[in-house]
C-alpha cells in the first residue's frame, strides 16, 4: 500500500531526529530508521492497527523504541500518516489536518 506523508509530519518528524541526533550521535538516525519500520508495517497491513480513541477514521502506531506514535487515516489504495506525536506533548494537536 502507498504511504503519503502529510507535510506537516514530516517536519515535526525531521525536527525530532535532529534533536535526537544532537543529544547523541547516530540516535536521529536510529529514530528514522524505526520510523521506516513502523511506515513498512503499516503499508503491509494498515487496518490491523487499532483506531485512536473516539475516532473511527484515525489509527495509531505506538513506536516500540521511541516514545512516538504514528497517526494515520486508511484512504482508499493509500495511507496518510497525519502526524508523528511524541507520547508526552501536546496530545490531539493533528486533529485539525484531518479538514484538509
Known sequence: MNVIIHEGADAEFAAAAEWYEQEREGLGDDLLAEAGR???AI????????????????????????????????????????????????????RSRLNK
Open 43 to 94: 503499508a503491509e497491513s494498515p487496518n490491523t492497527w487499532p483506531f485512536v480513541s473516539g475516532s473511527r477514521v484515525v489509527r495509531s502506531f505506538l513506536f516500540p523504541r521511541f516514545p512516538y506514535v504514528a497517526y494515520f487515516v486508511v484512504q482508499n489504495e493509500s495511507v496518510l500518516v497525519m502526524a508523528f506525536g511524541h507520547t508526552s506533548r501536546r496530545p490531539g494537536y493533528w
Open 38 to 40: 513502523v511506515l513498512n
